[in-house]
């Protein structure tokens, strides 16, 4: 017997239907407050900024937190890698460190690329220097995603709740004071934001308990190789996410800047269902790492995707229909009555960010099942999808980043649902598939 099928012996193989209930809830109170805040950092600097500025500050946000986006596989491995430690009863080793040396190399030479003068023309027209904001805030991510995965992994719930506050909370904080000292401009509300992504040195004390470097682990050749995967997939995460803005404008520059910032305020409030779904996809690996662990444990893991996907699918589509009725009107609420978004625009985003949402999760599942290359295929094909339409699609750049956002989701999903349901539960207590 192995130390990993002691491990799993000792703990429960199935999760403790109440102490998840209570996790998602902590969880999602935390995700729902963070949310509220960023949503008042977006819409008190589209007040404070001209149109054309705000379109350019949200290209920022979306590079900076599209970045923080493709950090999320850090996160989900070493919560996988957590999870499976509390199994054995130990910590996580030196794959965790490995782990996140490759994540910081990867973001340190993505956030390069904008400043590089070319692209950081067609990016910060007039702001060069948000490149470099965009730099530090990106490393920052870079350790606190992990953070996040050694806490969330280990059940340290309230600590990884509290991240997500603090991170949260002190952009608003500071964007008043630089507001009050009439310092708002475009640089100091971008450094204000990008200190948010370093939060998690409140909290790094709590995460280093659960790490032990001395521990073995995979060959390091292994680990860089099925991160550089993941972060690959994140890539594409991030080109239909949060990064979405920064790909419009390299894709499909040239539209009338005011409809692109109106595009923009309606896409940030149509990711309301991605912000709800956060919570179960934080829980998701170390939940379908232990659920894993038996057979009735996969047979429900089975029906709840089979049931997750076709709710989604349904849920997308009342979501479209609350979009088209009801989204220009909430735009112009929280944006202002200058703010004119067509009915079709809002209800395609809200229908991509549902099935997004739906995505993010099969994903999460084929990562606990270590299986970085059908993680890859899977937003691969939504990234792919997506940025051919941006190029290809006839229209004004709204219709295109509009059905770009319909159509990569869409395929994205379909493909996810097939290669989970090929993918067999096997024991992912053993070692990772090669």
Not at 160 to 187: H, T
Request: aromatic fraction near 6%; hydrophobic fraction near 60%.
């Amino acid at each position: 017997m192995t130390a990993g099928e002691a491990g799993a012996q000792a703990a429960p193989a199935v999760p403790d239907t109440a102490g998840v209930g209570r996790s998602v809830s902590r969880i999602t109170i935390a995700i729902i407050a963070a949310a509220v805040l960023s949503y008042a950092v977006i819409i008190v600097t589209g007040r404070l900024l001209t149109k054309a500025d705000y379109a350019v500050f949200m290209t920022f946000w979306g590079l900076l937190f599209g970045l923080g986006s493709a950090m999320s596989p850090l996160e989900q491995e070493l919560s996988r890698q957590a999870a499976h430690a509390r199994l054995r009863g130990t910590k996580v080793g030196a794959d965790g460190v490995t782990a996140l040396l490759v994540g910081l190399g990867a973001v340190g030479l993505v956030a390069l690329v904008p400043l590089i003068p070319v692209v950081n023309d067609r990016l910060f027209p007039n702001f060069y220097w948000l490149a470099a904001v965009v730099l530090v805030g990106g490393l920052g991510f870079a350790v606190q995603f992990a953070v996040r995965g050694m806490l969330v992994g280990s059940d340290q719930v309230n600590p990884y709740a509290g991240v997500l506050l603090v991170e949260a909370g002190i952009r608003p904080l500071l964007i008043l004071a630089l507001a009050l000292a009439a310092l708002d401009g475009q640089i100091t509300l971008a450094i204000a934001v990008a200190f948010g992504s370093f939060a998690w040195l409140v909290f790094v004390r709590p995460a280093r308990a659960h790490l032990d470097p001395a521990l073995p682990g995979d060959p390091p050749r292994l680990v860089v190789r099925r991160m550089l995967m993941l972060f690959a997939s994140a890539a594409c995460i991030a080109t239909v996410v949060t990064g979405y803005p920064a790909v419009i404008g390299v894709l499909a520059p040239g539209g009338d800047p005011e409809r692109m910032a109106e595009f923009l305020a309606a896409l940030a409030v149509s990711r309301v269902p991605l912000v709800l779904f956060s919570a179960v996809q934080a829980l998701a690996v170390p939940v379908v790492v232990r659920l894993s662990q038996t057979t009735d444990g996969q047979r429900r893991l089975r029906r709840l995707l089979a049931l997750g996907s076709a709710g989604a699918v349904t849920l997308a589509g009342v979501g479209a229909l609350i979009g088209w009725l009801i989204g220009p009107w909430v735009v112009a609420l929280l944006f202002g009555s200058t703010y004119v978004v067509p009915d079709w625009v809002v209800a395609g985003l809200v229908w991509s960010a549902v099935l997004l949402a739906a995505v993010q999760l099969l994903a999460s599942v084929l990562l606990a099942r270590v299986r970085p290359g059908r993680v890859l295929a899977v937003w691969g094909t939504a990234a792919v999808c997506t940025a051919l339409a941006l190029v290809l699609w006839p229209g004004d750049t709204v219709a295109k980043a509009t059905f770009g956002m319909v159509v990569g989701p869409t395929l994205g999903l379909i493909v996810g649902m097939v290669l989970t349901a090929k993918s067999d539960p096997v024991d992912i207590s053993a070692a990772p598939a090669r």
